[in-house]
């Protein structure tokens, strides 16, 4: 009922930003959050960032301070500005929808820190 496609994945040096994008269509209507989840290789999955239909965020530790989740005025696209970029944030970035019938994924987009 619900697709996600990502964008604005890429190869950033250190300190470098990058500012991702997931659109939202088909049944939106429901949708009462939406996130970034990111997997490095050989890790799990976890949260980025969150954030709810009410405007609610929530972000990872790690990212806090560095990272801003937002969404566009109609809240079918969520975007992830992405400052201060390390190393350590390179994985896939997946976008993530819920909805009462449970979650929807995006395919998502690497994104790659390195010198």
């Known amino acids: 009922q619900v697709q996600l496609v990502e964008s604005g994945g890429g190869l950033v040096q250190p300190g470098g930003s990058l500012r991702l994008s997931c659109a939202a269509s088909?049944?939106?209507?429901?949708?009462?959050?939406m996130g970034w989840y990111r997997q490095a290789p050989g890790k799990q999955r976890e949260l980025v960032a969150r954030?709810?239909?009410?405007?609610?965020?929530n972000y990872a530790d790690s990212v806090k301070g560095r990272f801003t989740i937002s969404r566009d005025n109609g809240k079918n696209t969520v975007h992830l500005q992405m400052n201060s970029l390390k190393p350590e944030d390179t994985a896939v970035y997946y976008c993530?929808?819920?909805?009462?019938?449970?979650?929807?994924w995006g395919r998502g987009t690497q994104v790659t820190v390195s010198s």
């Open positions: 954030i709810t239909s009410g405007g609610s965020t």
């Open positions: 088909g049944s939106i209507f429901n949708i009462y959050a």
């Open positions: 993530k929808a819920d909805d009462y019938k449970g979650p929807y």
